[in-house]
């Protein structure tokens, strides 16, 4: 873990060394997200409401969605490009170290300019937040947490699941694309607005329910249910599967040669 | 005889996995398709939009997802590289006008490309179940002014890639600022939030610019939800931003040739 942040910190010291180069995609970074924020505000002022959630609370999953998601992106973001460390043949440099593999290629590639996606997208939060009447407690602060964190956790298994996809082939991977930015797409809205199919996907197989849905109707106070709010543990669960296959995929590898 | 057999199996397999991504990719057409739908449906379940109805709005996010790869402004990634690398001054030892060589081959890349995408969606979506499925054209006329509309649409995105070719041989670099324009061209050009469900200021704002006109408004007259009166004025501001954009693009590109330097190679 050492290893990690350390590589982590080299790889943000030599972005800042081309500012301006930096400068320009941070911007462009929260501009983009703003874009959608706008997007989103757009479509309610058109219907007011979607379900029985207001603009604030919608806004608030997408803020969270957005930061877990640029979080991901940033620190596992040699998991969402290993096609390419597979191809060029890097991941038998990887494997004669004697580091765990996993964490070596997490840190193969960090995109520092993510953090004006991560600005944006925290200003959105604390703004809905500001603009809902949520009686805070100790409790549910930690049911926040709990929510990001669990969320982090699913991308990440996301992003495992893709890059272990490439022990076996590196085409097709555009449909490990359903999975991390449908998944971003599918999480901005409360689960309860989809048709029920769509709910049991998204709850029991890739669990992004159990991190925004019923969490949040404690929080906001429209599910008095206690156990709504540590639901997001169980989020954690999809991990094992993702990390079985990373297992079962390092053995079956076998090098693009070169 | 081994050797050749082992050849034959690794071209079978790579052509297989051609296959698995053409798959993949239109799997993600379709869960794309639908979850944007499903939005939609439950915002119309309280409000409906005066703009557009959710019948319209439906039909037009199967064609905007069937037609995507053509109107989306993603530039040419050969003519790219080779303006950044300095293989242009190959193209430019050729006795043609390079402006429109880069305006057809980007036209008919996207084309061939785009169209096969199409098919899919095309043939399936309307036998959906009713409520998700693409509706029929609102009519005759519609129909035939959606085909025209979308032809202008198809040719004024190579307009505008060649606005962006040109811009390369100005910034030397297409990272960085390319993204902020790519996506205020997608959020103009309606695919973040369709136009029709834009606020009435956004809405003009938007039909004045190009983006709009390319990558949204076939697909509104399609499903009639622009009459076919409107459509007509349309359709004639998009033959006219075409002529705006080609002209002052070929003038552009011819003076800046003049000018280009070709460092090494």
């Known amino acids: 873990m050492r290893v990690y942040f350390k590589t982590i910190l080299m790889l943000i010291k030599m972005q800042l060394e081309y500012r301006k180069a930096f400068i320009i995609s941070v911007i462009g970074s929260f501009f983009v997200t703003f874009l959608l924020t706008l997007s989103v505000y757009f479509l309610f002022e058109e219907f007011n409401q979607i379900g029985d959630w207001s603009f604030f609370e919608v806004a608030f999953l997408f803020g969270m969605v957005y930061f877990t998601f640029s979080m991901s992106e940033m620190f596992f973001r040699g998991l969402d490009h290993f096609a390419n460390i597979v191809k060029s043949g890097e991941f038998d440099r990887i494997l004669i170290r004697p580091q765990n593999a996993l964490i070596q290629s997490m840190c193969m590639e960090f995109d520092f300019s993510k953090i004006g996606r991560i600005a944006q997208s925290i200003l959105v939060m604390i703004i809905a937040i500001a603009n809902i009447n949520i009686e805070w407690t100790m409790y549910k602060f930690i049911v926040f947490i709990l929510m990001n964190i669990g969320c982090i956790a699913i991308f990440f298994g996301i992003f495992v699941l893709k890059a272990a996809f490439c022990f076996w082939t590196v085409d097709g991977l555009e449909f490990m694309n359903i999975l991390s930015e449908g ?22 197989i890739v669990p992004f329910g159990l991190v925004n849905y019923y969490p949040v109707l404690y929080l906001f106070g429209k599910d008095s249910n206690w156990f709504y709010g540590i639901v997001p543990i169980f989020a954690f669960i999809f991990l094992i599967p993702c990390l079985l296959i990373w297992k079962k995929g390092i053995k079956h590898y076998e090098s693009t040669g070169s | 005889m ?16 051609y296959r698995t991504s053409a798959i993949a990719g239109m799997f993600t057409q379709f869960f794309w398709a639908i979850m944007q739908i499903l939005i939609f449906q439950a915002f119309y379940k309280v409000v409906t939009s005066d703009n557009i109805s959710l019948p319209q709005l439906i039909s037009y996010v199967w064609l905007k997802q069937a037609f995507y790869a053509i109107i989306s402004a993603s530039p040419d990634q050969e003519i790219k590289s080779m303006i950044e690398n300095g293989n242009i001054s190959y193209e430019l030892c050729k006795p043609t006008n390079i402006y429109w060589m880069w305006f057809f081959k980007t036209l008919a890349n996207k084309v061939s490309g785009g169209f096969l995408k199409s098919i899919p969606i095309l043939i399936v979506a309307p036998f959906l179940p009713y409520g998700l499925n693409l509706q029929a054209p609102a009519g005759a006329l519609e129909f035939i002014l959606f085909l025209i509309a979308l032809a202008l649409a198809i040719c004024l995105m190579a307009a505008i890639l060649n606005v962006f070719y040109i811009s390369i041989f100005y910034t030397m670099t297409s990272k960085g600022t390319y993204s902020i324009f790519y996506a205020a061209m997608e959020f103009l050009g309606g695919t ?10 956004w809405q003009s704002l938007c039909y004045m610019l190009p983006f709009s006109l390319a990558a949204d408004l076939p697909f509104r007259i399609y499903s009639g939800s622009i009459g076919a009166g409107d459509a007509g004025i349309f359709i004639l501001m998009q033959i006219v931003w075409l002529a705006v954009l080609t002209i002052s693009g070929t003038i552009i590109t011819n003076r800046r040739l003049k000018k280009v330097v070709i460092q090494g190679g």
Do not use: E, H
Not at chain 1, 183 to 203: C, E, H, L, N, S
């Open chain 1, 183 to 204: 998944g971003k797409k599918v999480a901005q809205y409360p689960i309860d607005i989809y048709a029920k199919w769509f709910r049991i996907f998204f709850t029991f």
């Open chain 2, 2 to 17: 081994k050797k050749y057999l082992s050849f034959f199996k690794l071209r079978l397999n790579i052509a297989l996995q």
């Open chain 2, 192 to 201: 973040f939030v369709p136009i029709a469900l834009m606020p009435d200021f």
